[in-house]
């Protein structure tokens, strides 16, 4: 059977709409309602509970016996051991497991008002043993700059076709530089960079 543009269309349509359902099923899926109680652990117990359970009595071997034994179990009771406020690691120092043990919480020092202005205590708590310079801003006055070495060259001092910058010593002088423009440098149809 041959198809013709009317029922290519139709088939295209169909299936499109049916894709559009299903991903609005999917995502209705997405936004159903929460379970309203969370999942409920069981406590822990660090100590392992011990189940012993008696042995049968042995049964005569001419015919099995249709009635049933009672068996007892006996289960101690268990008791949950006190939570420490901090974590402890309890494997050694470097090991090849897996398992990450989390650091406890970081207590940052409590420090007062009246600790921050004591000068005679640093931050740390150590006690500041030489007196602290006092400075008058009003009258202070910088210290003079080094003096220049008088055998050293002004910056752009020119010698020999060299010329003399500041910390890098004598260079080539190259001139004023060049630019050049260059018209077929595109990049993605977009011309880029104007080097003049």
């Known amino acids: 059977m041959k198809m013709n543009e009317k029922m290519k269309k139709r088939l295209a349509i169909g299936g499109c709409a049916v894709i559009g359902i299903a991903l609005a099923a999917a995502i209705g899926l997405q936004f159903q309602k929460a379970p309203t109680q969370a999942d409920v652990l ?51 120092a470097q090991t090849d497991q897996t398992e990450q043990s989390i650091q406890p919480e970081a207590t940052k020092p409590v420090v007062t008002e009246e600790q921050k202005k004591d000068m005679t205590q640093k931050p740390n708590g150590e006690a500041v043993t030489e007196e602290p310079e006092v400075v008058d801003h009003d009258t202070y006055t910088p210290p003079a700059e080094e003096p220049k070495n008088p055998d050293e060259p002004q ?17 080539d002088d190259v001139g004023d530089g060049q630019g050049s423009t260059v018209d077929d440098m595109y990049e993605n149809g977009n011309k880029i960079g104007d080097m003049g």
Do not use: L, N
């Open 155 to 171: 910056g752009g001092s020119q010698k020999d076709g060299k010329i003399y910058v500041p910390g890098f010593g004598w260079i």
């Open 42 to 92: 069981p406590p822990k117990s660090t100590e392992s509970s011990d189940v012993s359970v008696a042995p049968p009595e042995t049964a005569p071997t001419t015919a099995p016996s249709t009635e049933e034994k009672e068996v007892t179990v006996t289960v101690p009771p268990t008791t949950a051991a006190p939570e420490s406020s901090q974590a402890v690691d309890s494997r050694p």
